[in-house]
């Protein structure tokens, strides 16, 4: 009965030991950089509840390309063009895109009734962002549509709806969060790009790619529930609005408004989760390389080692 014991005590002992040497996947430390804005809305969530995440939230897409060459990174949260760009101008890219969570949340915003993107043929129209997503949206649909419009090109979104709510500008190009923001100030009529993306290619299944998550390599195995964890965030986006923001802004102090406004902002952020991603990036970056800023995305469309496979 003695040596039983010392026997079990032995077990418990070395099996202690044992579970003491492992570190459970969970468990360890995940590091991430997002832009701040539509990314780090959705984000705070899952990094708070998932704990033991280093983040950086930033603004613009310097530190995001030195994130990329350095790889270091775990996780990067990027513009899809970009992570296309950096892999195609660093043959030791080590990331790969596992989904875009945020997609087109682009809209018009102005003074004038507007119904349709047409009527905005001879108009003056403010658009942020000249050559990114936002410009090569907007010179899309007026390709499309063969219209003229005037435009001034400004630096950000802030500088857009500034714009607009000092009247120096009628009508511009805007985004969510700030359009929110913009609609908690004053009366616009507003017109999502998103719906007229759709009837240009014809189909309203295909959506324009903004912000995706690009996961190191190295770390996709202790990184896999945290994707996992993001991933039904955005799919039940709708059932935890408060929780989203309220998180959101415990990590990012550039989300200093009201939280009401950022529940509002919830509903035309357009987190989602496609099945048919690859489609929707490559018509985008067809139609960027037809406008003749294929640079902006490597100059080809991304082969099979840009996406991660499960």
Known sequence: MKLKKIFVGLLSLLTIISLGGCVKKDDEEISLITPTGTPS???????????????????????????????????????????????????????????????????????????????????????????????????????????????????????????????????IVTAEPALSVLLSRGTYNVLPLKDEWGKMVGNNEIDVPQAAIFVNIEAEDKCKSFLDRIKNDIENVKSNKDTIVRDAKSIDSNLTSQDSIYIDALERCNYKICDNQKQSIELYFNKVIELGLGKTVGGKLPDETFYYSK
């Open 41 to 171: 809305l959705i984000l705070g969530k899952s990094i708070t509840e998932r704990g033991n995440v280093k983040y950086d939230i930033v603004q613009g897409p310097d530190a995001l390309k030195a994130a990329f060459i350095k790889g270091e990174k775990d996780i990067i949260v990027a513009p899809v063009n970009l992570g296309a760009l950096m892999k195609a101008s660093n043959e030791s890219f080590s990331y790969r895109m596992v989904y875009t969570i945020v997609w087109c949340n682009y809209y018009i915003a102005s003074n004038d009734s507007i119904t349709s993107f047409s009527e905005l043929d001879g108009k003056d129209v403010v658009v942020f962002g000249q050559n990114s997503t936002p410009d090569i949206i907007f010179r899309s649909l007026v390709s499309y549509y063969d219209i003229a419009p005037t435009v001034t090109y400004v630096s950000s979104v802030a500088e857009a709806n500034g714009m607009l709510l000092s009247n120096k500008a009628h009508t």
